[in-house]
C-alpha cells in the first residue's frame, strides 16, 4: 500500500485547512493512521492518530481543539481538518500508520510518501 497526501498550501494565520491522505494499491481499512510533520532540522512529530475502525483519536497537546482526523474506509482516506492554523504549523505534513501517536510500519505499509507542504503565513 502507499500512501499520497495532499491538500496543503499557502494560508494565512487563523485559517483552515483540510488534508488528505489516500491509499492506492490496498485498502487502509485494518491501519490506524496518523499525521505526522517536519519541519527542516527537526525531527518528525506526532499530531494525530486515529483507530481502525475510528472510535478512537489522539492528538498532540499542540494541536486538541484546533485539528480533527476522520476517515472514510469507503474512499480509502484519512483526513485531518485543521483550524485556526498558526505560523508554527508550517510543516511537511506526511501520513502513516500509527500507534498512540507513533510511527507504526508494517510488512505492507512501512514507506512514508512525499507528504504536503503547509504553510502558514503570519
Known amino acids: 500500500v502507499q500512501l499520497v497526501e495532499s491538500g496543503g498550501g499557502l494560508v494565512q494565520a487563523g485559517g483552515s485547512l483540510r488534508l488528505s491522505c489516500k491509499g492506492s494499491?490496498?485498502?487502509?481499512?485494518?491501519?490506524?493512521i496518523g499525521w505526522f510533520r517536519q519541519t527542516p532540522g527537526k525531527e518528525r512529530e506526532a499530531v494525530s492518530c486515529?483507530?481502525?475502525?475510528?472510535?478512537?483519536?489522539l492528538y498532540a497537546d499542540f494541536v486538541k481543539g484546533r485539528f480533527a482526523i476522520s476517515r472514510d474506509d469507503a474512499e480509502n482516506t484519512v483526513y485531518l481538518q485543521m483550524n485556526t492554523l498558526k505560523p508554527e504549523d508550517t510543516a511537511v505534513y506526511y501520513c502513516?500508520?500509527?500507534?498512540?501517536?507513533?510511527?507504526?510500519?508494517?510488512?505492507?505499509?512501512?514507506?512514508w510518501g512525499s507528504g504536503t507542504l503547509v504553510n502558514v503565513s503570519s
Open positions: 486515529i483507530s481502525s475502525p475510528g472510535g478512537l483519536r
Open positions: 494499491g490496498g485498502s487502509l481499512e485494518y491501519y490506524a
Open positions: 502513516f500508520p500509527c500507534e498512540r501517536l507513533a510511527p507504526r510500519p508494517f510488512p505492507g505499509l512501512r514507506d
